[in-house]
């Protein structure tokens, strides 16, 4: 039996204790060993897919080789260190401090909606282009502010809240594979036309991975703010392009927020047609703030939630 089934009272402690660590102390995106991934995953992409125009088949085989050559030898070296450790509950810790990196985007979110108030919309364009796939250099000013909100809680159901997930379910080392899962799914995004098919095995078992963060994301903004709402716009958004994971997160963040998400959105210079969810209001810079508020209290929340499940285990353990 792993060791995390033995001790699973204490990984929710865990988790809080590098939630708060994660909030008050921030590692530098030039320090954050992601980074060092995300350079790897660019250069593999680069040597094992060169022609968009291969056979398919030969694209979705490169693309599977490839997305097992970053996360199987990490999780092989990452490994051994527990069978070394004297403590793995503390190396779980570090690897769940490493894979959140989550409260950088919180505070680029703020960033942009400063920019956007002080009608500096080239600099908050330059600030929200690396955190998104869509092109941003046409967006207005509403535009901007409701691609932050949807990066933002995107981000938090895929990085927050899935990473956490993953680790509770098992361990650092889980949390690890499905952040490098993460990370090239951005990285090889299908969404891209050179990526279409070399990039899928990757979309595939992320769209898995992530879902159960995705529900429990939507559900718990449903509860804390208007779950009604959220029910009928969910009932509305059947009907869009949208995968499910983004309908379920979209249509609370409408409901929550009081303003209308989705819409067409650019990659490549390619439009892709999307209907607009929610009410007729368009988000603007006092939005954007909003969201951002929420999200914090949402965080508290769910914080709440771990500390209220542990206090039940101990009892649970106790008794």
Known sequence: MPYWLDDLSAYPLVLLSIWLLGSQLLLPQDYQPLTFFRIFAKQLAAKVHPDPNRATSQQLISGSL????????????????????????????????????????????????????????????????????????????TGLCKATIEMLWLRTAKQWIGVSFWFLIGGGLAAVAYRLLLLC????????????????????????????????????????????????????????????????????????????????????QQKNQRQRLGAAHLPQVSDLLGSVKLNRQFQLYSALFVFIFSLLQVLWFIY
């Open 185 to 268: 799914n951005q990285q090889w995004n299908d969404k891209y036309s050179n990526f279409r098919y070399f990039g899928r095995p990757a979309s595939l078992l992320t769209q898995w991975a992530s879902f159960p963060a995705i529900l429990i994301t939507a559900l718990l903004l449903a509860m804390l703010t208007d779950i009604t709402g959220a029910f009928r716009h969910w009932r509305e958004a059947s009907r869009l392009k949208l995968c499910l994971p983004h309908l379920l997160i979209l249509g609370a963040l409408a409901s929550a927020l009081r303003v209308n998400l989705a819409g067409p959105v650019m990659y490549q």
């Open 66 to 141: 490839a997305l097992a050559l970053v996360i199987l030898p990490t999780l092989g070296l990452l490994a051994p260190l527990y069978w070394l450790s004297d403590w793995p509950l503390v190396l779980d810790g570090l690897l769940l401090y490493f894979c959140l990196d989550f409260v950088y985007y919180r505070k680029q979110s703020h960033k942009i909606a400063l920019a956007v108030s002080q009608q500096q919309n080239s600099r908050a364009k330059d600030l929200l282009q690396p955190l998104v796939l869509r092109q941003t250099q046409g967006l207005s000013s």
